[in-house]
Each structure stands twice: as C-alpha cells, then as structure tokens.
C-alpha cells in the first residue's frame, strides 16, 4: 500500500513524496514504512521505522494538513523518530503548499540531503485520509512536552 503526494503544476519541478509499505498496520504497535521523494528524477529513499507515539505523531501531522489545508501561517513542521525525515510545511495563501524535506541515513547520519516540493492544498484532506489508511491509526495526535511551542495557525 502507497499514499503520495504529488507536485502541483504550478511548481517549479516535477515529482512526489511517497510512503509505502508491505502490509496495513493495525492498532498503536510499531509502524514501518519507505519514505520516497522525488525530484526532477532523482529519486531519494529512506527506511522509517517508529514506536506508536511517533506514529501518532506523524499521523496528526499529516491530518492537521489535510485539516487546515486552505492555509496556515508560519511553519508546520514533523521529523521521524530518529531523524531520518524531516517534513516543513508552509501555506501563507491557502493555495499550493511548500514543503522543505531532510533525509538523513543512519547509522551515522553523516549523508544527508535536502529539497523543496510544491504540493497541491485541494489533495491534502483525502491524502490525510490514505495515511490513516496505510497507518492504521483511528486518528493521529501530535504529542508535545512541556512548553511545546506551536509554530503555525491557521488562518
């Protein structure tokens, strides 16, 4: 099972940002999964696997855009686990939504690399629905410590 999200046409590059993995999970247990993007052709993959609070995590992430997705101000942002993937959503007009993306490899972290996608705002709420689907999460959370500051609202 896929979920992706897709560059909108008003970007300035082509390409998508994918999670797959083999099998449905079900349940607050442990989620893996393959995070791809792609730009322009070069294509770039890492192994995420996380403990169901980060699981959770990256379900609301994904759910507040879909729920917000005609706009937000300042900076949504998501990061796995182990830092493998780091996810900064911005969408100021309510219109297509700019998202900065960092992967890392473990087990050193030393390789890394970084690039920008433009996705399409209108796909985000049905594309927040996939993710429940292929995260097999009644719905997500986003946790937060003490002192947590919120970095976006929406607008």
């Known amino acids: 099972m896929e979920v992706i999200f897709r560059t909108a046409p008003s970007s300035s590059s082509f390409g998508f940002l994918r999670f797959s993995t083999k099998r449905v999970h ?9 995070a791809t993007v792609d730009v322009d052709g070069e294509e770039y ?21 879909g729920r917000y997705w005609r706009g937000w ?3 949504m942002s998501w990061e796995s686990e182990f830092a493998e993937l780091s996810l900064d959503a911005r969408n100021p007009s309510g219109g297509d939504v700019a998202v900065d993306v960092l992967m890392r490899w473990p087990p050193r972290y030393e390789s890394d690399w970084s690039g920008s996608l433009v996705l399409r705002a209108d796909e985000l709420p049905s594309a927040a ?10 719905s997500g959370g986003r946790f937060r410590g003490p002192g947590w500051p919120r970095t976006w609202e929406p607008l």
């Not at 169901?52 to 759910?63: I, S, T, W």
């Not at 629905?129 to 009644?138: H, N, Q």
């Open 129 to 138: 629905e996939a993710m429940r689907k292929l995260m097999g999460g009644e």
């Open 26 to 34: 079900h349940g607050a247990g442990d989620f893996k999964c393959l």
């Open 73 to 75: 101000s300042g900076v």
């Open 45 to 65: 993959a890492v192994d995420l696997d996380m403990i169901g609070p980060y699981r959770d995590d990256m379900l609301g992430f994904f759910e507040d855009m």
